[in-house]
């Protein structure tokens, strides 16, 4: 018989959560066979699996359900099949700004020119998918013009790796997976955190630089939605493997082809639209959370602190 995985992600999973999700899942024809965790630490980050008996009888409102559910129990909710669960990703594509960094770097940039808060405002409409990203991307990158090259050092010194970004990487690198930086940002910045995480390869836009100043040009195709969700689906067909062994996180509107094209896709801190077109959630814990997604207990992960 077939069954099915709801998994319950915050920092303390308590017995309120379980009661009020199976309560939540009754309507589905779900009755719960089995409850274990992949956390050795709660209090900072839990993970409890409930195996339910059977498939719900109606999935499509099963993401639904469980995103308002969300957010009444402060917890992460996420289902699957069994055989989702435990599914083996072989590669693993993230997006960059407000992912695997805290930052916007087109916003870092733009502050160092004096325009941040106009340049913001342009971004946030973007990333919900309220306006095209690639006329939003041209236009921000105009307003960069005669910025010195210089800035991109400073910038790079600057920045911070998200939270639990570190240890998801190291992990997934333990593990022989393909990791795949992708980002609607620059390459001056994706190269370089590609480099701190030890990422397998990095795709990015490329700002134009002449005398060394910013033309408030960019050279080459730019990365927008369409190119990150071709450009996973080459890896894996360049690396042999079926998409059904993909993983994509991102947060916003230009994330979601990819996300959705994923064997997994995960929404992380995203936009709403986001949130509801995605497979998988998270937004009440750190960025390593994933694995509990993945179905690696806590103490198979590769704790680092790297910055």
């Not at 390869?201 to 990150?228: C, M, P, Q």
């Not at 994330?255 to 937004?283: C, E, W």
Request: proline letters at 4%; hydrophobic letters at 45%.
């Amino acid at each position: 018989m077939s069954r099915t995985i709801l998994l319950i992600t915050a920092p303390r999973v308590a017995d309120a959560h379980v009661a009020a999700l199976c309560a939540a899942m009754e309507p589905q024809g779900l009755q719960l066979a089995k409850i274990s965790s992949l956390a050795v630490s709660p209090g900072i980050r839990d993970c409890a699996v409930l195996a339910f008996e059977g498939a719900p009888q109606h999935p499509e409102a099963m993401n639904p359900a469980l995103l308002e559910l969300s957010g009444k129990m402060q917890a992460d909710l996420n289902w699957c099949s069994a055989d989702e669960f435990l599914r083996d990703i072989k590669i693993a594509c993230f997006d960059m700004d407000s992912t695997l960094i805290p930052h916007e770097c087109i916003d870092e940039l733009a502050g160092e020119a004096g325009v941040r808060e106009k340049v913001a405002e342009i971004t946030e409409l973007a990333m919900q998918g309220n306006m095209d990203f690639a006329t939003a991307l041209r236009y921000r990158v105009k307003t960069l013009e005669g910025l010195p090259e210089s800035v991109f050092e400073k910038i790079n010194g600057k920045l911070r790796l998200m939270e639990g970004a570190p240890t998801l990487i190291s992990t997934l690198k333990a593990r022989g997976i393909h990791t795949v930086l992708v980002s609607g940002g620059f390459d001056v910045f994706a190269q370089h955190i590609s480099n701190r995480l030890g990422m397998d390869e990095f795709h990015s836009n490329t700002l134009e630089v002449k005398d060394g100043k910013l033309t408030g040009g960019l050279v080459g195709r730019i990365v927008d939605a369409d190119f990150k969700k071709n450009k996973l689906e080459e890896v894996a067909k360049r690396r042999q493997v079926p998409m059904a062994q993909t993983l994509a996180v991102g947060d916003g509107a230009n994330d979601l082809p990819m996300i959705k094209s994923a064997g997994m896709g995960v929404a992380y801190h995203a936009k709403p639209k986001v949130q509801t077109a995605s497979q998988f959630r998270i937004n009440c814990l750190p960025l390593d959370a994933i694995l509990f997604l993945l179905g690696i207990h806590e103490s198979h992960w590769i704790v680092t602190s790297r910055i």
